[in-house]
C-alpha cells in the first residue's frame, strides 16, 4: 500500500501500557498477511445461505460479491485511503453486513453505532475518530446530519435503504465488478468499537484483523461449536461486539447463517426463531426471562438448542426458569469491548448455575487481590489475558484497563477450587453496609426468583446509622400491583433467599430502568438521583 492513514496507529497505547497477548492454541497463530473479511467468507460454500430476514436471502457468493463491489465504491469513487474511519449506522442486516465486510475488504477501519444513539452522541464518535466516509441506513439519516452539523470529519455520506434493495449503496455498486480483498496485515486495525459509556464517555477499542478471528476460535469454537446447518440470531446491535460475534462473525467463520431483525423485542426474537429455523440466540438475561412469559415460546423450540447470554450478569433465577421451561442450559459468559467478546464462559454439562464458568480456551482468567497479585482462589478484581486485550484509542484510563500486563475489567468476582469465577459486582457496585459488603447482582437475583419482579436493579444509598443501606428498584410484572404489602413480601423473600443482612431496606416501583443503548443497566444513573 503506496498510501496509508496512520491516525489509528499512531494513536494506539505506547508498548509499556499493552496488555500480553498470548496465542497458545494452534488456531491463533494466524499468518503475517490477513484480512478478516476474506477469512470469514471464506467460511461457507458459495451457495450456501448466508443471511435470511423479512427481506431475503443471501447466499456466502451474494455477500462476497456486494461486499467486493462496495469496497471497489468506497476506493474508487470515494478515495478511501487505507486506514481511514468508516462509520456504519443501521440495523443489523444483509446491507450493513455488507458493508462491514466492504470496508475490511477496502483496508478501511469500521466504526458502527448504535442505532439508538442520538446527534450529540454521534458526533462525539466522529470526533474522536476523525471520520471520513460514513455508510447510513436512510431511515437514520437525521440524526446523523445533525451530529455531521457538529463536526468537521465526514467528507463521504452514502445512503442505503435498509435491506430493500433500493439505496444510493445498491444502485451505485450494481453496475461494479467486485474489488478483491486488500492485502492487510494481522496487526492492521480494522475496527474501532466504541463502549456503551456506562462509566462516562464512551472509550473507542481499536482491534486488529486477527482480533476479529479470535473469538471465532476460541469462544465460538470450542463452546459453541457452530455447524453449517445452524441459523444464529441476536439481539443485540452489530456495534455491539457481542452482536457482532454472534452475527455475522461466528456464523460466517463456520458455514452457517445469519438471521436478522431491526427491532429485537421479545416476542419479535421468538416469532423470528419460529420463522427462520433460528438454532442458536445470543441475548441478555432481561430478554430470557421476558420471553418465558410469551405465548409463542413453544413455537420457537422447535428448532432452537443453544442460547448464549452476555452484556449483564445471567441471575440464576433466570438460568433456573429457563432451563426448566425450555430443557436448554443458557450458556453465561463475561466478555468486554476492549477483549473484543466472551473470554470467561462455560457451557453444557461444564455449567455451574449462578457462576459465569472458566477462563475460555486461548484465555488465562485470575483475581487479583489488594495489592495486585494474582489468587489462586479468592475474592478480587478479575483479570484476563489472551489473543485480545485493551488497545483505547488515545485514551488515558488504557492505564486503568491494564495493570502488570493484564486487561483488569472493572468486575469483583469470586474464584473457587476449580477455576470457576461466580460474579459478585462491579467494582464501583460493592455496598458496604454495617462493615458488610454486599453485591448488588446477589440481592437482585433474590428479588428476581418472585414472581412479581419483572426487573429489579440495586444500589447502596447513603444511610447514617449503617453507612448505606441496600435499596432495589424494581419493575412490577404485568400481573402485580405496587402496595407496602408487596415491600414487605420481597423483603421477606429477600431474607429467605440470601443472608438477611443483605436485604432491601428500601424498595422503590418504577416504570423502567436506566439502560444503555446495549441494553447495560445504568447504576451511576439511579445512584446520583439518590445521594
Not at 474489488?179 to 456503551?196: E, Q, V
Request: with cysteine; hydrophobic share 40%; proline share 7%.
Amino acid at each position: 500500500m503506496s498510501e496509508y492513514d496512520s491516525f489509528v496507529r499512531d494513536r494506539l497505547p505506547p508498548p509499556e501500557l499493552l496488555p500480553e497477548f498470548r496465542f497458545d492454541l494452534p488456531e491463533l497463530r494466524y499468518p503475517e498477511r490477513l484480512n478478516a473479511a476474506a477469512e470469514l467468507l471464506r467460511g461457507g460454500a458459495p451457495d450456501a445461505l448466508a443471511i435470511v430476514n423479512d427481506h431475503g436471502r443471501w447466499t456466502y457468493a451474494d455477500l462476497d460479491d456486494f461486499s467486493g463491489r462496495i469496497a471497489r465504491l468506497l476506493i474508487e469513487e470515494h478515495g478511501l485511503v487505507p486506514g481511514n474511519r468508516v462509520l456504519l449506522r443501521g440495523s443489523n442486516g444483509y446491507t450493513i453486513f455488507a458493508a462491514w465486510l466492504g470496508v475490511l475488504k477496502a483496508a478501511g477501519v469500521v466504526v458502527a453505532t448504535m442505532p439508538l444513539l442520538r446527534p450529540g452522541e454521534i458526533a462525539t464518535v466522529i470526533e474522536r475518530a476523525q471520520i471520513s466516509h460514513a455508510i447510513v441506513d436512510s431511515r437514520f439519516i437525521g440524526d446523523f446530519r445533525q451530529a455531521v452539523d457538529q463536526t468537521h470529519f465526514v467528507k463521504h455520506i452514502i445512503k442505503y435503504d435498509g435491506d430493500y434493495g433500493k439505496g444510493e449503496l445498491e444502485t451505485r455498486t450494481a453496475p461494479l465488478v467486485p474489488l478483491p480483498p486488500a492485502d492487510t496485515g494481522r496487526d492492521d486495525p480494522c475496527i474501532i468499537a466504541f463502549t456503551s459509556g456506562t462509566t462516562g464517555i464512551p472509550k473507542g477499542c481499536v482491534q486488529f484483523h486477527r482480533d476479529v478471528l479470535a473469538p471465532c476460535d476460541t469462544f465460538a469454537k470450542h463452546l459453541v461449536g457452530p455447524k453449517p446447518d445452524d441459523v444464529f440470531l441476536t439481539s443485540a446491535p452489530m456495534a455491539f461486539t457481542f452482536g457482532l460475534g454472534i452475527t455475522p462473525m461466528f456464523s460466517l467463520r463456520f458455514g452457517a447463517a445469519s438471521a436478522t431483525l431491526e427491532q429485537a423485542s421479545p416476542p419479535a426474537l421468538l416469532e423470528a426463531i419460529a420463522k427462520f429455523g433460528v438454532s442458536h440466540l445470543g441475548t441478555a438475561p432481561t430478554a430470557y426471562k421476558a420471553m418465558l412469559s410469551q405465548p409463542n415460546l413453544d413455537a420457537a423450540l422447535k428448532t432452537l438448542r443453544y442460547c448464549i447470554s452476555a452484556g449483564e450478569h445471567l441471575p440464576e433465577a433466570i438460568w433456573r426458569a429457563w432451563h426448566e421451561r425450555t430443557g436448554i442450559a443458557i450458556t453465561d459468559g463475561i466478555g468486554s469491548t476492549e477483549m473484543m467478546h466472551i473470554f470467561v464462559s462455560a457451557a453444557g454439562e461444564d455449567i455451574r448455575p449462578g457462576a459465569t464458568g472458566k477462563a475460555v480456551p486461548g484465555y488465562e482468567a485470575t483475581v487479583l487481590d489488594a495489592d495486585g497479585k494474582p489468587m489462586d482462589e479468592g475474592v478480587g478484581r478479575l483479570a484476563v489475558k489472551g489473543p485480545t486485550g485493551c488497545r483505547y484509542l488515545d485514551d488515558p484510563r488504557q492505564a486503568d484497563y491494564v495493570a502488570e500486563r493484564w486487561n483488569v475489567t472493572g468486575d469483583t468476582y469470586r474464584r473457587d477450587a476449580d477455576g470457576y469465577y461466580w460474579y459478585l459486582a462491579r467494582n464501583d457496585d460493592m455496598i458496604v453496609s454495617s462493615g458488610y459488603n454486599i453485591g448488588a447482582p446477589e440481592v437482585e437475583n433474590a428479588l428476581l426468583s418472585h414472581p412479581a419482579v419483572a426487573e429489579c436493579a440495586v444500589i447502596g444509598v447513603p444511610c447514617p446509622e449503617r453507612g448505606q443501606k441496600v435499596k432495589a428498584f424494581v419493575v412490577l410484572a404485568a400481573d402485580a400491583e405496587a402496595s407496602d404489602e408487596l415491600v414487605a413480601e420481597l423483603q421477606a423473600h429477600a431474607k429467605a433467599e440470601i443472608a438477611p443482612y443483605k436485604y432491601p431496606r428500601e424498595i422503590e416501583f418504577v416504570d423502567a430502568l436506566p439502560k444503555t443503548a446495549t441494553g447495560k443497566l445504568r447504576r451511576s444513573e439511579l445512584r446520583s438521583a439518590n445521594r
